[in-house]
C-alpha cells in the first residue's frame, strides 16, 4: 500500500543538528514535488519547505530559511530535511506529504 514513512526525529540541544527523512513508498515518490509540515504543540499544522521532484527548486519558509535544507534521493525515494542551529520554537510533529499522502510524523524536541 502506498504510503510516507519519516525517521530521525528526536530530543536535541539548542544550536543542535538533526536530519529528518522521508522515504516514499508505492507512491512513484520521484515523480512528485514533495513538502515537510511541522506542527508545534497547540498550533496549527504549518508548511516548512518544498522540494521539485527534479530537486532543481527549493523553497523555505521564512522563519527555517538560511537553517534547514532540504535534499532528494530518487535512487532512494527519499527525502531529506537538514536542521541546523535549532531553537526551542523549532519543537513540532514534523509530517512529509506528497500529493495526498501524509507520513505518520516524527517528533522533534529541542530544549536545553
Known amino acids: 500500500q502506498a504510503h510516507l514513512v519519516e525517521s530521525g526525529g528526536g530530543l536535541v540541544q539548542p544550536g543542535g543538528s538533526l536530519r529528518l527523512s522521508c522515504t516514499s513508498y508505492?507512491?512513484?515518490?520521484?515523480?512528485?514535488?514533495l513538502k515537510w509540515y511541522r506542527q508545534p504543540p497547540r498550533k496549527e499544522r504549518e508548511w516548512v519547505a518544498t522540494i521539485r521532484s527534479d530537486g532543481a527548486y527549493r523553497t523555505y519558509a521564512d522563519n527555517v530559511k538560511g537553517r534547514f535544507t532540504i535534499s532528494r534521493d530518487n535512487a532512494k525515494n527519499t527525502v531529506y530535511l537538514q536542521m541546523d542551529n535549532l531553537k526551542p520554537e523549532d519543537t513540532a510533529m514534523y509530517y512529509c506529504n506528497t500529493i495526498k499522502f501524509w507520513g505518520q510524523g516524527t517528533q522533534v524536541t529541542v530544549s536545553a
Open positions: 508505492g507512491i512513484g515518490g520521484r515523480a512528485y514535488e
